[in-house]
């Protein structure tokens, strides 16, 4: 177990709808990664918040967006989802914003869009 | 750009025997590398970190890692095998400042009894 906490496990919808997706990063950690996970792209980069604030972008989508809150949880929202969206969305936290931190991953959210 | 790369999909190993899986990495600055390993349905898990210092590493459940520079490969090893150890092997590398991690492609270890 690494500490970080993703709810829900999974989640199916429909295209054209919103979801959230939730992260509780380990005990004492302030900074929170967003990955998605699919099987012809592998593990993509989205986003990197530390203590709040944005640090990092990678390939997130517009139709996506995130945030890290005061109590430093992470949700990252999808909308108008599409069929392409559907892969494993891992969240993953660090001590600090260093690029020498090893992260410590959640279990991920498997994300099914139908 | 940093990339990394892991030339092969799929490596397959007896138990016992050494095993080998490949990174090689193209970054503009000092590379900070990282072998992370992913069981079915879970999250990934950090076995081993490259920053400074001694080029061989030691990791997590005997795992160690080569830092080549002149080559710019970050090879993981282990010398026996374990059924246990199949998995899905990710490299992975930052670069610092970016405050992102890059990560490979992966590759698949099979271990057979």
């Known amino acids: 177990d690494s500490g970080v906490t993703q709810t829900p496990k999974h989640l199916i919808t429909a295209t054209g709808q919103r979801v959230t997706l939730r992260c509780s990063p380990r005990s004492g950690d302030l900074s929170v990664y967003w990955y998605q996970q699919s099987l012809d792209q592998g593990l993509q980069f989205l986003i990197h918040y530390y203590n709040g604030e944005e640090r990092a972008k990678g390939n997130i989508l517009e139709r996506f967006s995130a945030q890290q809150f005061p109590d430093l949880h992470s949700e990252l929202n999808l909308s108008s989802l599409e069929l392409g969206d559907s892969a494993l969305y891992f969240c993953?936290?660090?001590?600090?914003?260093?690029?020498?931190?090893?992260?410590?991953f959640g279990p991920g959210t498997r994300l099914t869009v139908l | 750009a940093q990339s990394v790369a892991q030339p092969e999909d799929q490596v397959n190993v007896a138990e016992g025997n050494p095993l080998t899986v490949k990174c090689t990495y193209s970054?503009?600055?000092?590379?900070?590398l990282f072998w992370y390993v992913q069981y079915p349905n879970r999250g990934l898990q950090f076995l081993l970190k490259?920053?400074?210092?001694?080029?061989l590493v030691k990791g997590s459940y005997g795992f160690e890692a080569e830092f080549n520079k002149s080559q710019t490969s970050f090879h993981l090893k282990k010398p026996s095998a374990l059924v246990s150890d199949s998995a899905l092997y990710f490299c992975a590398v930052d670069t610092g400042g970016g405050f992102k991690t890059i990560f490979g492609a992966g590759t698949r270890l099979f271990v057979k009894a």
């Open positions: 970054v503009s600055g000092n590379p900070y």
């Open positions: 490259y920053i400074t210092g001694d080029n």
């Open positions: 993953a936290s660090s001590v600090e914003a260093s690029s020498y931190n090893e992260q410590f």
